[in-house]
């Protein structure tokens, strides 16, 4: 039924049936995000925006609401089900109740490295998982590289057992929870908005990030170490209301398609590139001690961790996670 009224909708665009003021009203794209916009994501938006306003001019504006400022990280998924949104960019991790198999994203130690990430999303097993959700009204439209997460605390992390019973920010994954709880570390879910009070007050004692949100969200003021662990992947899908997308008009939705590809690859260039310029700020700061492992040291805590794929495989696919596992080697 949707699909026939964006149909005659399309047609009534072309053949000028529709009046005037309808016609000319532009589509509105309320994109909500959670980051600063001096993160890869929140740069990201204000590109999308930016190359959808040169080229969709009069036929869509996009409205770009960073920090939290229109819906938090609990609440942005609702928002985009219920219309309230258009466009979010949800960390990976928070897809669980959609899909399963996403939570392949979470599991500690799987990539060893962002390329071996970029390698796997382009897969077809990666582009896959884009449409496994438009069933419960979400299409995927593309991958946002955030980068590769560390460790931060108030006390070195070195070997596993240094983060026994410390509180550990976690978003709402399930692999997440288990990862912490492998090395005897205590998990404690919260939004993002409330991550550096939370450290700041001693409610957690450290957490996980790339170093862009660490360095934009000041978190490198309230923690004292941070550990280069590379221990797992930090990244996005970019996600529309599926009925939304699909009831644009065509000649819309292929430009909005050609613009996400271009925002995609610049994202994707330049995470890399601000990631390694907020870790050399951070030092800059002199705030933080950042802990460099080495290969024996990375490697106890990929034993301690790696038992977690064990627990999830049966949800993510055996299949799914040897798929990721030989993106390790590149082509």
């Given at each position: 039924?949707?699909?026939?009224?964006?149909?005659?909708?399309?047609?009534?665009?072309?053949?000028?049936?529709?009046?005037?003021?309808?016609?000319?009203?532009?589509?509105?794209?309320?994109?909500?995000?959670?980051?600063?916009?001096?993160?890869?994501?929140?740069?990201?938006?204000?590109?999308?925006?930016?190359?959808?306003?040169?080229?969709?001019?009069?036929?869509?504006?996009?409205?770009?609401?960073?920090?939290?400022?229109?819906?938090?990280?609990?609440?942005?998924?609702?928002?985009?089900?219920?219309?309230?949104?258009?466009?979010?960019?949800?960390?990976?991790?928070?897809?669980?109740?959609?899909?399963?198999?996403?939570?392949?994203?979470?599991?500690?130690?799987?990539?060893?490295?962002?390329?071996?990430?970029?390698?796997?999303?382009?897969?077809?097993?990666?582009?896959?998982?884009?449409?496994?959700?438009?069933?419960?009204?979400?299409?995927?439209?593309?991958?946002?590289?955030?980068?590769?997460?560390?460790?931060?605390?108030?006390?070195?992390?070195?070997?596993?057992?240094?983060?026994?019973?410390?509180?550990?920010?976690?978003?709402?994954?399930?692999?997440?929870?288990?990862?912490?709880?492998?090395?005897?570390?205590?998990?404690?879910?919260?939004?993002?908005?409330?991550?550096?009070?939370?450290?700041?007050?001693?409610?957690?004692?450290?957490?996980?990030?790339?170093?862009?949100?660490?360095?934009?969200?000041?978190?490198?003021?309230?923690?004292?170490?941070?550990?280069?662990?590379?221990?797992?992947?930090?990244?996005?899908?970019?996600?529309?209301?599926?009925r939304f997308w699909n009831g644009l008009p065509a000649e819309?939705?292929?430009?909005?398609?050609?613009?996400?590809?271009?925002?995609?690859?610049?994202?994707?260039?330049?995470?890399?590139?601000?990631?390694?310029?907020?870790?050399?700020?951070?030092?800059?700061?002199?705030?933080?001690?950042?802990?460099?492992?080495?290969?024996?040291?990375?490697?106890?805590?990929?034993?301690?961790?790696?038992?977690?794929?064990?627990?999830?495989?049966?949800?993510?696919?055996?299949?799914?996670?040897?798929?990721?596992?030989?993106?390790?080697?590149?082509?």
């Amino acid at each position: 039924m949707l699909k026939s009224l964006s149909i005659v909708f399309t047609c009534a665009l072309a053949l000028g049936t529709l009046s005037p003021a309808y016609a000319a009203d532009p589509v509105i794209i309320k994109f909500s995000h959670v980051v600063a916009d001096q993160t890869p994501k929140g740069q990201g938006a204000l590109l999308f925006k930016k190359l959808v306003e040169e080229r969709l001019t009069g036929k869509v504006k996009v409205e770009v609401y960073p920090n939290s400022s229109l819906f938090g990280d609990g609440k942005e998924m609702e928002a985009l089900l219920l219309g309230d949104v258009q466009m979010i960019a949800p960390s990976l991790a928070k897809f669980e109740q959609y899909t399963k198999s996403l939570q392949l994203f979470d599991l500690p130690f799987l990539f060893n490295d962002i390329a071996a990430v970029n390698r796997f999303q382009l897969s077809p097993q990666g582009q896959g998982l884009l449409k496994s959700m438009e069933s419960k009204n979400i299409t995927g439209l593309a991958y946002w590289h955030n980068g590769m997460k560390q460790l931060s605390a108030n006390k070195p992390l070195q070997v596993p057992a240094d983060a026994r019973g410390l509180k550990f920010r976690v978003q709402a994954s399930a692999v997440l929870e288990e990862q912490f709880k492998a090395v005897r570390a205590n998990p404690r879910k919260m939004s993002f908005a409330e991550v550096y009070q939370g450290l700041q007050t001693g409610v957690v004692n450290g957490a996980e990030n790339p170093y862009s949100n660490i360095y934009s969200q000041k978190m490198h003021e309230v923690q004292k170490y941070i550990t280069e662990s590379n221990h797992g992947v930090l990244d996005y899908m970019l996600i529309t209301n599926t009925r939304f997308w699909n009831g644009l008009p065509a000649e819309v939705r292929s430009e909005l398609d050609k613009i996400v590809v271009e925002v995609t690859a610049q994202v994707n260039k330049e995470a890399e590139q601000l990631n390694d310029s907020d870790k050399q700020r951070i030092l800059t700061a002199k705030t933080t001690e950042i802990i460099v492992l080495t290969p024996e040291q990375r490697e106890q805590w990929r034993d301690a961790m790696k038992p977690v794929w064990k627990k999830f495989e049966g949800d993510i696919g055996p299949e799914l996670i040897q798929a990721a596992e030989a993106a390790n080697k590149a082509q």
